[in-house]
């Protein structure tokens, strides 16, 4: 059994603002050992259940979070920027299962520190289906016809899951009561309930069917402003639709749509205000 591990980081045990998540700022350090002790608690589980491989994807802001010298001695670790399918990076075919880890609620949702992939994005869509990193990463999982067994994170990320994937094993670690405000498990009774819900989960891995992708999906990405339209609209093949910050683009497949959602928010990233 081949297990793949994403780990994003803003719904780790005990994670409520931006300090905990910025490499910038004060408690990013603190963050980063939970991050990795969380991991572990996944592979751990994995690998008592006899896998035979665990590949964790850090899947975080530049990617280069979870402590490497820390990590379980028998995972494979992917880490650093800019790779050709960020938060899926090294997913195929070959795994049995995908547990994300770390995860969040999508924009425009309550939820500690929800948002898609940056905040200038209010809404992700796949055909008329609003998705968030949580939806767009489980759909790739899908086109390889991988289950996404098991989402941890806070309880708002575990609803959006429940809602896409039936039968899908949730793990709360912590209660948003903001944005920026949480009610949390301890490091320790978080990493317990880990272990044994990714030992549920893989058990009940049959029982839970991959989320199948459109064939040729159309992408759409609602913008905060226009500016970050007319930016994202630069990419080829893409057109803004009338009177909105909406930018549509037609894929081949949820592999071009992925790599083109990663191409915009990019590109709409370059917005100032100045």
Excluded: C
């Amino acid at each position: 059994m081949k297990l793949y591990l994403s780990v994003d980081m803003e719904g780790i045990t005990g994670l409520p603002d931006a300090t905990f998540v910025d490499s910038n700022k004060h408690n990013y350090e603190r963050a980063r050992k939970i991050m990795t002790n969380e991991a572990n608690a996944v592979i751990q589980s994995a690998f008592d259940l006899n896998a035979s491989e665990v590949l964790v994807n850090d899947s975080h802001s530049k990617m280069n979070n979870l402590l490497s010298e820390d990590l379980h001695p028998e995972a494979l670790l992917i880490t650093g920027d800019v790779k050709p399918y960020s938060m899926v990076q090294g997913l195929d075919a070959t795994f049995d299962g995908a547990v994300f880890l770390g995860y969040h609620a999508r924009a425009s949702k309550p939820g500690v520190m929800s948002h898609s992939m940056t905040f200038g994005v209010r809404n992700f869509y796949i055909n008329e289906t609003a998705v968030g990193e949580l939806g767009l990463n489980a759909y790739v999982a899908g086109y390889y016809d991988v289950p996404l067994i098991m989402v941890a994170g806070d309880d708002r990320v575990g609803k959006e899951a429940r809602q896409l994937i039936p039968n899908v094993v949730t793990t709360p670690v912590k209660e948003s009561i903001s944005r920026s405000s949480v009610k949390t498990l301890s490091p320790k009774k978080a990493g317990e309930l880990l272990q044994a819900k990714t030992s549920e989960a893989i058990h009940n891995r049959k029982k839970i069917r991959p989320l199948t992708p459109p064939s040729t999906p159309t992408l759409r990405i609602e913008f905060t402003n226009y500016g970050q339209a007319e930016w994202a609209g630069l990419m080829p093949g893409t057109k803004i639709e009338p009177d909105s910050t909406t930018v549509s683009f037609q894929a081949k497949d949820i592999l071009e749509a992925y790599q083109a959602m990663l191409v915009m928010t990019e590109l709409a990233m370059k917005t100032t205000f100045n």
